[in-house]
């Protein structure tokens, strides 16, 4: 079947399944800019969970959202060293903060973790679990947001089953050093797979604090990503591990008329996960002090070397896409705020490091062959 046939498949399948309302996926708080956003308020839809391509950067950046801010109070807290959970839904009506949706309640009582209930996985752009791409958090050590621009934000957690789960882990590093007085400002990132839509971003911005630091070592200068692992559909089989961005990572920039960041082809998105050396959970190797060196990547680089980063007692930074529906709809938005584990954080780099090397499978496949 060529890429045409697909695509025009998928396009019936949405319009016979799914009412424009319900389609594509975002993350909801109400620390989030445009929470009560809907398809009314501006001329065009630009709902939180509206797709992002072909449009100048004031429309795409923070999706337009900047006049639409959270309540003085409202911040997703992201404690040090343990795990965030975000709710990610195709509407607001499926998680905990239905009561100001225009529809109302729609989540499903039958699977609390249901992204959107009463859909197949294909109107949020995945066709199953060995379809997921990942998504990502940002930060910026900036208290406003206006003053934020593209290349201040930091990829700090990847979670690489996202958007399939409702509930969705995101682990922090232990080392994040606390947020300037009023919070940092933090994003929600996400590009599907090829094979489950048109080519598109998703973006949406948020309050943020850091809790519980126990660091104050700053996050490195973030750079852009680099397409450096195994790529069968491009014929690629091997990994080239000198070739990636190691460190601080921008988020992907893409498909839109200006300040993009990377410009792939329409069948070869950027995407969250060890394509790009984003790997499963915390990014604990964004910090000025991470490395003793990095080398300039290139085909045939040497490989960065790992600075020993002191040991901590306890912390857990792996994420998860609560696949065993732990999580129920009695749970507050940032349910699971407790370390696990004894995992240090030099450990966590370590092992990190070795993935990227090529001393292991990669942690998709690690992951999905757990299930």
């Known amino acids: 079947m060529t890429r045409s046939h697909q695509l025009f498949g998928w396009f019936i399948l949405t319009a016979y399944w799914l009412p424009a309302a319900f389609a594509h996926s975002s993350i909801w708080t109400p620390a989030m800019y445009g929470f009560n956003v809907t ?32 309540n ?44 959107c209930p009463g859909s197949p996985s294909i109107t949020y752009h995945t066709q199953g679990l060995d379809d997921l791409m990942g998504c990502a958090l940002g930060i910026a050590y900036m208290n406003d947001a206006r003053q934020v621009k593209p290349e201040d934000f930091t990829i700090f957690s990847v979670n690489q089953t996202c958007v399939f789960y409702r509930f969705t882990d995101f682990a922090v590093p232990e080392r994040m050093p606390p947020c300037p007085e009023g919070g940092c400002t933090c994003a929600f990132f996400w590009i599907h797979s090829p094979k489950s839509g048109g080519e598109e971003n998703y973006m949406n911005g948020f309050k943020c604090n850091v809790t519980g630091s126990t660091s104050t070592v700053a996050l490195a200068e973030s750079k852009v990503a680099r397409r450096c692992g195994a790529d069968p559909p491009n014929n690629k089989l091997q990994s080239v591990p000198g070739n990636c961005t190691y460190g601080a990572k921008q988020p992907f920039y893409w498909k839109n008329l200006e300040q993009n960041n990377m410009f792939e082809g329409d069948f070869s998105p950027p995407v969250y996960n060890d394509l790009y050396n ?51 709809d009695t749970d507050s938005e940032q349910a699971s705020t407790s370390g696990q584990g004894s995992n240090s954080t030099t450990t966590h780099i370590a092992r990190q490091a070795a993935y990227r090397f090529g001393l292991f499978t990669s942690s998709r496949n690690r992951h999905f062959g757990a299930h």
């Open 72 to 115: 003085s109070g409202d911040t997703f807290e992201l404690p040090a060293g343990k795990v965030a959970t975000a709710e990610i839904a195709c509407n607001k009506g499926a998680t905990s903060f239905f009561a100001s949706s225009d529809g109302g309640d729609i989540r499903n009582p039958a699977n609390p973790n249901d992204p």
């Open 278 to 328: 984003f790997l499963e959970g915390a990014q604990d190797d964004i910090f000025k002090d991470s490395y003793i060196s990095i080398p300039d990547p290139s085909p045939v680089a040497p490989l960065p070397v790992l600075a020993d980063i002191p040991q901590s007692t306890s912390s857990n930074t792996t994420s998860s896409g609560h696949q065993d529906c732990n999580h129920t």
């Open 39 to 70: 398809t009314q308020t501006f001329p065009y839809d630009n709902r939180p969970v509206a797709p992002l391509k072909n449009m100048a950067f004031d429309q795409w950046w923070f999706h337009n959202h900047l006049d639409y801010p959270p």
